[in-house]
């Protein structure tokens, strides 16, 4: 009699614990992040509830409706404080949506909004908003001296040289009477060790200061009087 062969004993097939997952995101959109990772833990219930929230609120910003989308944005915030990772996502969105609803200011439209908005950018250390205010008004008007010598100004605050000493010399050119009020300008202290700067000053007599224009740079300060 053929001896019987025994078989392993079978093991009953592993119970698959069932898994609430979350709808397709759009694809028009960012997606949420995963419910769960390749090997993590299933994530707590009121991960999901964060979730659908924060869907509600991109789906807000998909509309333009800024208002409701931080609403609902800072609520995930509010209410699921533990849901950090979910938090990096949503103060992103929360960020492009509360710069949407701050009124933007009217842009500058005349030389003379511009030369001001330059000056006033000047005085608070935004160089390149000066230059890009002032670059407009070269374009229109080339031989405006206010505009190259404030040019020279903000070049000189980030370090360019070059470009400061070109805008001042023109701007000289122009109305020498710059010529005076760049010798006591301490915001272009930086060129003062440079043989083209002291050149440009020393290529004709200092003007006398009451001749120079009062509004000259409109209200601007040097820094050590700020």
Same mark, same amino acid.
């Given at each position: 009699?053929?001896?019987?062969?025994?078989?392993?004993?079978?093991?009953?097939?592993?119970?698959?614990?069932?898994?609430?997952?979350?709808?397709?995101?759009?694809?028009?959109?960012?997606?949420?992040?995963?419910?769960?990772?390749?090997?993590?833990?299933?994530?707590?219930?009121?991960?999901?509830?964060?979730?659908?929230?924060?869907?509600?609120?991109?789906?807000?910003?998909?509309? *333009?409706?800024?208002?409701?989308?931080?609403?609902?944005?800072?609520?995930?915030? /509010?209410?699921?404080?533990?849901?950090?990772?979910?938090?990096?996502?949503?103060?992103?969105?929360?960020?492009?949506?509360?710069?949407?609803?701050?009124?933007?200011?009217?842009?500058?439209?005349?030389?003379?909004?511009?030369?001001?908005?330059?000056?006033?950018?000047?005085?608070?250390?935004?160089?390149?908003?000066?230059?890009? *205010?002032?670059?407009?008004? /070269?374009?229109?008007?080339?031989?405006?001296?206010?505009?190259?010598?404030?040019?020279?100004?903000? *070049?000189?605050?980030?370090?360019? *040289?070059?470009?400061?000493?070109?805008?001042?010399?023109?701007?000289?050119?122009?109305?020498?009477?710059?010529?005076?009020?760049?010798?006591?300008?301490?915001?272009?202290?930086?060129?003062?060790?440079?043989?083209?700067?002291?050149?440009?000053?020393?290529?004709?007599?200092?003007?006398?200061?009451?001749?120079?224009?009062?509004?000259?740079?409109?209200?601007?300060?040097?820094?050590?009087?700020?």
């Amino acid at each position: 009699m053929a001896k019987q062969r025994s078989r392993p004993n079978a093991r009953p097939p592993a119970t698959v614990k069932a898994e609430r997952s979350l709808p397709a995101p759009d694809s028009s959109r960012p997606s949420a992040p995963s419910a769960r990772g390749d090997a993590g833990p299933i994530r707590r219930s009121g991960y999901f509830e964060a979730v659908a929230v924060y869907e509600r609120g991109l789906e807000a910003v998909q509309r *333009h409706d800024y208002a409701t989308a931080i609403e609902l944005l800072e609520s995930v915030l /509010r209410q699921y404080p533990e849901e950090k990772e979910l938090h990096e996502r949503v103060r992103l969105y929360l960020n492009i949506c509360q710069r949407q609803v701050v009124p933007h200011e009217a842009r500058p439209q005349t030389i003379e909004e511009r030369l001001y908005a330059s000056t006033l950018a000047i005085n608070g250390g935004r160089y390149d908003e000066a230059i890009s *205010h002032l670059r407009l008004v /070269r374009d229109e008007d080339p031989d405006n001296e206010h505009a190259l010598y404030m040019l020279a100004v903000a *070049h000189t605050q980030r370090g360019e *040289h070059a470009e400061a000493l070109a805008h001042l010399e023109r701007s000289i050119a122009l109305n020498p009477e710059n010529r005076a009020l760049a010798r006591r300008d301490p915001d272009l202290e930086p060129l003062r060790q440079d043989d083209a700067f002291r050149a440009a000053l020393d290529a004709a007599p200092m003007a006398s200061a009451s001749r120079l224009d009062p509004r000259r740079r409109g209200p601007v300060r040097s820094k050590s009087a700020r």
